[in-house]
């Protein structure tokens, strides 16, 4: 769950460098309220902490929504993990609500056509859940929206990358769990970059091995989250994909590994290291998959 949040948080990152804005001041609307959408959001929660916010300023940016609606004090059945990203009475009774459920729930579009985010996330796993509607009515107030659903397989995604281009001119900014060809569209190549784990897992491993770490900090995942930003095609040319290529995967995994070397030391939990060494001691943990050629003796 880690690791799926600090790649969130680093694609995050990512968009908010292109456009030249800070993460703190991002409001988020996330479909999907379970474990990783939650994991998510406490993830973004603590950066937003570390760009300046403070705890109240952070949460009052983030909204999260279950198959039973906008999270509310006096839903019931939610799960302990749930309950600090509910939002408060005083905020909702503010909204105007257009297309409230039967059971007076707060549902998607209108979380959105009221919370004005500049970002949303899907984890929820329903299909088709970002419609036309709901994409339309983010970027009535965000003209760049970053719009994430990850939701695996293809099969569950929120919404096809091409249509929300499409619904937005071209001016959002896509990344999605699943892999997606690049999108071709009024003479301009969409990249789609794939949010996933294996951006993440790998330089921090590497890390913690060479630093021979006591744990993993939750310092060392931020860090991880900005390392993986910086590498970001869109930061470092100002276009391209939120996230590098996949086969780019071993040059940031050493990079991550660095920052998360660095990072560990600053919070005491490894022993310093000479930084004129930090390469070759990472590039002497590095594996590389290779095999023996051979050959079939028999039938």
């Known amino acids: 769950m880690q690791g799926t949040a600090a790649v969130a948080v680093g694609t995050l990152m990512a968009a908010c460098k ?13 479909a999907g309220a379970g474990s990783a959408g939650c994991g998510i959001a406490d993830q973004i929660i603590k950066q937003m902490k570390a760009e300046g916010a403070s705890d109240a300023e952070a949460r009052s940016r983030v909204f999260l929504i279950s198959r039973d609606g906008l999270l509310q004090r006096a839903m019931p059945g939610l799960f302990d993990f749930q309950l600090p990203f509910c939002t408060p009475d005083e905020v909702v009774n503010n909204w105007v609500l257009t297309h409230k459920r039967g059971d007076g729930c707060i549902n998607l579009l209108d979380a959105v056509s009221n919370a004005h985010p500049t970002v949303l996330i899907g984890v929820s796993g329903q299909a ?16 760049r929206p970053l719009i994430l659903p990850l939701s695996n397989p293809t099969s569950q995604v929120e919404a096809q990358p091409v249509d929300i281009l499409r619904w937005t001119s071209g001016k959002a900014m896509v990344a999605t769990g699943s892999p997606f060809q690049p999108v071709d569209m009024g003479g301009q190549r969409f990249e789609i970059a794939q949010c996933n784990n294996s951006y993440i897992f790998p330089g921090i491993g ?19 989250s900005k390392a993986l930003a910086e590498s970001s095609p869109i930061v470092q040319t100002g276009s391209g994909a939120l996230l590098p290529p996949l086969e780019s995967i071993r040059e940031v995994s050493k990079v991550i590994a660095k920052t998360v070397i660095l990072q560990a030391i600053a919070d005491g939990v490894a022993l310093p290291i000479p930084l004129e060494l930090i390469e070759e001691k990472i590039e002497k943990n590095f594996w590389y998959p290779e095999y023996r050629e051979y050959r079939r003796t028999s039938f």
Do not use: P, S, W, Y
């Open 18 to 30: 292109a456009k030249g804005e800070l993460l703190k001041d991002q409001r988020i609307v996330f």
């Open 128 to 143: 088709g859940l970002f419609t036309k509607a709901v994409v339309e009515a983010m970027q009535v107030h965000c003209e």
């Open 206 to 224: 590497l890390g913690v091995i060479t630093a021979k770490a006591a744990r993993v900090t939750d310092n060392m995942m931020m860090a991880a």
